[in-house]
């Protein structure tokens, strides 16, 4: 009886220490191990996803660009929209209260991350590091653009691209470089004859297909599934810019052919113009920027621009464009109030809008509004002794960034295109003499305004 009742004793100790055992597993798996977390995480609860082969890849990147204090931040699309639309849950998770991995947990080929190359202090440790990190690492360089006016310097070359590796995800870090209009500004990602070209899907990237201009963007930090990393302060914002960031560079070469050829004017009311014309286009976008009104180097400054990378000299005004849709009744009071007169009014709203403002010293304003049909854009101009109008015509054309008297301002992408509609296919040949009635081979009649409407259409101050 009493062997009996030990081999009870035994049976009921053996359950009870392995129900104990299993308990402690079962309290391991769900509770300490959320609580304590991977690596850098700070979120608590159950833990879902966070083994997925790109958290981790992110994960070991952010440990190792935080080790080698290289400032870099999340620009990646697909995330940041993500993050946008759900900013209270980003914003919890940063304060420690439970999350899941929802942005860096769904299976995609890259991420990508930025950083200003200027706040970079060791790019060649940095790269070694991350190789012994088990990152496999490819690197893209190109010419500096920025010296590119520069003949001495023009050979230059800086970081554009990095593409890491791990496993099967890679984050793709786009290198942002300072631009004297105080943006940042990112290279065309080019692969050279001996990179591998079959080492990640570069056609997915989201960055490089063509060098891109933004707005030095405000940063904060945030926690995003459990990993402390900057982001734009307005995710929005960024996200706005991504798709019409595309920049054009002044063409440095073709315009050093060009003033070789045709002797530049440096007499003292040349100089004297093209400062003050720079001045009258950096008041100009100063004013627009603040109303949000996006506007173009048009006719005789895009040319100056396309051509020359310059002011034309003997042109006396700066042009710019606007579609029509952008319109803003306050624009005229905004000028008047950055000092800048209104000269004429001609046109009304919905047809064949035009503004010129006065600047200092006769150097004037124009403001040509476009107007879109079916497979052309056109703006007006109207002639005040008559009161005869015309009509512009050009191909539909986008609108790139390009950096022109120190600031990063918009022209058509089509540059060739709009400038040959205005000018011509003899537009690289200088012509000082311009009548705007006939020259333009893009100009043709658009009837005459009624004699009632003349006070409203022809307004001359």
Excluded at 83 to 97: H, W
Aim: glycine share 6%; with cysteine; charged share 25%.
């Amino acid at each position: 009886m009493s062997r009996i009742n030990k081999n009870v004793v035994l049976a009921l100790l053996t359950l009870t220490s392995s129900a104990l055992l299993l308990f402690q597993l079962y309290y391991y798996k769900h509770y300490l191990s959320a609580r304590n977390g991977p690596g850098s995480s700070k979120s608590k609860g159950n833990r879902v996803g966070f083994d997925s082969t790109q958290w981790r890849a992110v994960k070991k990147f952010i440990m190792l660009t935080s080790s080698q204090n290289v400032p870099v931040f999340l620009i990646d699309p697909w995330i940041l929209e993500s993050i946008n639309k759900n900013f209270e849950q980003v914003k919890n998770a940063s304060q420690g209260l439970a999350s899941e991995c929802r942005f860096f947990c769904v299976p995609r080929d890259f991420t990508a991350f930025a950083l200003q190359y200027h706040l970079w202090k060791n790019e060649d440790g940095w790269f070694r590091i991350a190789e012994n990190m088990g990152f496999q690492c490819l690197k893209t360089e190109s010419k500096d653009p920025r010296l590119d006016g520069i003949d001495s310097l023009s050979g230059t070359e800086i970081p554009l691209h990095y593409v890491c590796k791990l496993t099967t995800h890679a984050i793709h870090l786009v290198v942002f470089h300072e631009r004297s209009g105080n943006y940042l500004w990112h290279g065309h990602l080019r692969l050279k004859g001996h990179m591998d070209r079959k080492f990640v899907p570069f056609r997915k990237l989201q960055f490089g297909r063509y060098p891109g201009a933004f707005d030095r963007p405000e940063l904060q930090q945030v926690t995003v599934d459990g990993l402390d990393m900057l982001i734009p302060k307005d995710p929005g914002r960024f996200l706005e810019e991504v798709p019409h960031s595309r920049f054009i560079e002044c063409r440095y070469k073709e315009a050093r052919a060009f003033l070789q050829q045709y002797i530049d004017d440096n007499t003292v009311d040349a100089m004297v113009f093209r400062k003050r014309a720079k001045e009258l286009l950096q008041l100009a976008a100063k004013t627009l920027k603040e109303l949000g009104v996006p506007f173009w180097l048009s006719s005789g400054t895009c040319l100056g621009w396309y051509r020359q990378c310059g002011i034309i000299p003997y042109s006396k005004d700066v042009d710019l464009g606007i579609f029509i849709q952008d319109y803003k009744p306050d624009i005229i009071l905004a000028f008047q109030e950055a000092g800048l007169p209104l000269k004429h009014k001609f046109g009304k709203v919905e047809d064949s809008l035009e503004l010129s403002f006065q600047g200092k010293n006769d150097v004037k304003l124009d403001i040509f509004f476009f107007y879109e049909e079916a497979d052309h854009l056109w703006n007006g101009g109207t002639q005040a002794r008559t009161g005869k109008k015309f009509k512009y015509l050009f191909p539909k054309f986008t609108l790139c960034w390009t950096e022109f008297v120190d600031i990063k301002v918009h022209v058509p992408c089509e540059t060739v295109d709009y400038i040959e509609a205005n000018y011509g296919k003899t537009w690289k040949i200088p012509v000082k003499t311009w009548d705007w009635k006939s020259s333009p081979p893009n100009v043709q009649p658009n009837g005459i305004w009624p004699i009632s409407e003349w006070d409203e259409v022809i307004q001359l101050y």
